[in-house]
């Protein structure tokens, strides 16, 4: 597998603690938004979306909150594990439209 | 297997070659996407497929050509390869409808000398 981005921001957490992964998005007409992994030498995994009527949503050990007010999405990891360790990706998606766009990514680095 | 693949996983080109990017999926998804990877611009999105013999341009298509005679396979083709299009090409595939979970093959990493 392939991936990119050895020159990304990097977020280094210790194991068992909660990590925040934050992304500002640029377009106020945006109505759905993704987080990805991209694990080294593999392509991006889909973690958890949100749609704009909504401020916050739960998935197993992951919550992602969107606040359209300033344009902030973040992804918050409870209980970091070394399987953590990976790039995160959010995407916006403008009207329910075609074009996903991507921020530029952050890698969560997971010390034991 | 199943799942989504991709070939060949890295290439080399000369400038000014055609070469194409295979795309194969097996769980009969509707949309296809092609996305290139490069550092500080994340993914981003050169064409996508809706159906069969349905493509549509997405954020970068210049000097990419894409076809879907079949729903599960979904080539790219870089007509006269540019070392601009040195890159990492991702394929993803999605169900029902394009706002929703895409499912990435492994990627390909072409270098364009």
């Known amino acids: 597998g392939e991936s990119v981005g050895l020159h990304l921001p990097t977020l280094s957490v210790q194991e068992g603690d909660n990590s925040i992964i934050n992304c500002a998005y640029s377009n106020s007409a945006s109505d759905y938004f993704i987080w990805y992994k991209q694990e080294s030498g593999k392509g991006p995994q889909f973690i958890i979306d949100i749609r704009s009527n909504m401020d916050k949503r739960q998935g197993q050990r992951v919550t992602v909150l969107l606040n359209k007010t300033v344009k902030h999405l973040s992804l918050q990891i409870a209980a970091t594990q070394p399987g953590d360790s990976a790039v995160y990706f959010c995407?916006?998606?403008?009207?329910?439209?075609?074009?996903?766009?991507f921020g530029p990514g952050t890698r969560l680095s997971v010390l034991p | 297997d199943a799942g989504i693949t991709q070939s060949p996983r890295y290439k080399i080109t000369e400038t000014g070659r055609q070469v194409t990017l295979m795309c194969h999926q097996t769980?009969?998804?509707?949309?296809m996407f092609w996305y290139r990877q490069d550092l500080g611009h994340g993914l981003r999105l050169i064409y996508y497929?809706?159906?069969?013999?349905?493509?549509d341009k997405g954020e970068v298509p210049d000097g990419y050509v894409v076809s879907r005679s079949k729903t599960e396979n979904f080539p790219l083709t870089l007509e006269s390869a540019t070392r601009s299009q040195t890159s990492v090409y991702f394929c993803a595939s999605s169900e029902v409808t394009v706002v929703s979970e895409q499912y990435f093959g492994p990627g390909t990493r072409l270098t364009v000398t």
């Open positions: 497929s809706a159906a069969a013999d349905i493509t």
């Open positions: 769980w009969s998804h509707s949309y």
């Open positions: 995407a916006e998606i403008p009207n329910y439209g075609q074009n996903f766009v």
